[in-house]
Nanobody, 127 residues
């Protein structure tokens, strides 16, 4: 079975940075397309960023372009979301998700494109 564990969330002041991690021991992260999503209170879960198998394609939500960076460390079997210049509107629970079905070369930003999800980590941006 696939198990994903997010970490790295917390409370940060506006303009600060956080690095979220998505780790697993059940599969190789470089074999699959992985996405980061977030859900704020009262809102729908939205795509933040994604990276295709082997990193051939990446996508970012318009609201985070230039501030967030998705990356993969195959040696640590971990996917990261580096978040810089955080804003209060970035406050949400952040989830990582894995796409196990084909094709793996695409990088969808819709949650329906993924089939396994982590438990989420809270990110709060506030003074």
């Amino acid at each position: 079975q696939l198990q994903l564990v997010e970490s790295g969330g917390g409370l940060v002041q506006p303009g600060g940075s956080l690095r979220l991690s998505c780790a697993t021991s059940a599969f190789r992260v470089d074999y699959y397309t992985i996405g980061w999503f977030r859900q704020a209170p009262g809102k729908e879960r939205e795509g933040v960023s994604c990276i295709s198998k082997n990193g051939g394609s990446t996508n970012y939500a318009e609201s985070v372009k230039g501030r967030f960076t998705i990356s993969r460390d195959n040696a640590k079997n971990t996917v990261y979301l580096q978040m810089n210049g955080l804003r209060p509107e970035d406050t949400a629970i952040y989830y990582c998700a894995i796409r196990t079905y084909r094709p793996q070369t695409m990088c969808p930003m819709a949650k329906g494109g993924y089939d396994y999800w982590g438990q989420g980590t809270q990110v709060t941006v506030s003074s």
